[in-house]
């Protein structure tokens, strides 16, 4: 499997001026979107995770996904447009977290290049209200891949103060309840490399194993090496996006991408792994 998670940062990588509607900003950052999608076709990417990633709160729904309204400004809906256009046909889903910068509907999605079977979404954080930025979901997609059927948990947690621990404990909990062994689980952690969250991570079994961490299996080197450019807030560039996958399976290869073309604030990871 050819993985990739990118958090987009929800259309900040571009102003919206004065004299932009919703059609002319959206033409200004499709270059944006078109960097990233090219990287898509350029590895035959399998599945790709995407937090924040938004749409027009004011633009209309015109298209329904597993009972989620979707609208035209949909950023993972405009990649798969732009992947079709390069011949390549793409699944996706998508749902809505909370209200972001106070015009976009912010939220988590996959891209698959297999029929997307069943989808779920589920609020793991405290709160569960679309007006406060704390307002954490996680989204699950099945696919077919062969003979494996493989959940795809796309994840965007709150920080250590915020609920971390818990978040994350009630996403170990919702997986043992779906009961399948094969899954994925790759997002915006917000937790760095080698703090006492991401030992709660790597060191919490599900069905008896431990999570893989990717990166640090591929790269044993450079094991906190960023994918985070820091910001006003934090200051700091780490690295808070994981792509973790049960033990027993293999990693290929990893690397972090999108770290000389900016196209959000954090940069992706991408990663070939094997399920034995």
């Not at 290049?113 to 779920?120: L, R, S």
């Amino acid at each position: 499997m050819k993985i990739l998670t990118l958090n987009l940062h929800t259309y900040q990588e571009l102003s919206w001026e004065k004299e932009d509607t919703l059609c002319s900003f959206l033409k200004k950052y499709r270059p944006i979107q078109e960097t990233v999608a090219n990287f898509i076709t350029e590895k035959n990417i399998d599945f790709a995770f995407f937090q924040e990633a938004g749409q027009y709160i004011d633009d209309e729904a015109d298209m329904e996904l597993f009972g989620v309204l979707i609208k035209k400004s949909n950023h993972v809906r405009i990649l798969s447009d732009i992947l079709f256009e390069q011949g390549r046909n793409y699944y996706f889903t998508w749902d809505v977290s909370h209200y972001g910068f106070g015009v976009w509907e912010e939220g988590l999605g996959i891209l698959s290049k297999y029929p997307i079977v069943e989808f779920e979404s589920r609020y793991v954080s405290r709160k569960d209200d679309l007006n406060t930025f704390y307002s954490r979901k996680i989204i699950r997609a099945r696919v077919c891949v062969g003979n494996n059927i493989t959940d795809l948990y796309c994840t965007h947690f709150n920080w250590k103060e915020a609920g971390f621990a818990q978040e994350f404990l009630n996403l170990v909990n919702w997986i043992e309840e779906v009961g399948n062994d094969s899954f994925v689980i790759a997002g915006d952690f917000n937790i760095p490399y080698g703090s006492e969250e991401y030992l709660l991570v790597i060191n919490t079994k599900i069905f008896g194993k431990r999570l893989i961490d990717a990166w640090v299996v591929a790269n044993p080197e450079k094991p906190a090496q960023p994918t985070f450019r820091g910001d006003i807030l934090s200051k700091e560039s780490e690295r808070i996006d994981y792509i973790f996958i049960p033990e027993g399976w293999e990693v290929k290869d990893s690397e972090i991408v999108f770290d000389k073309e900016r196209v959000s604030d954090h940069m992706g990871v991408f990663c070939k792994v094997l399920n034995k």
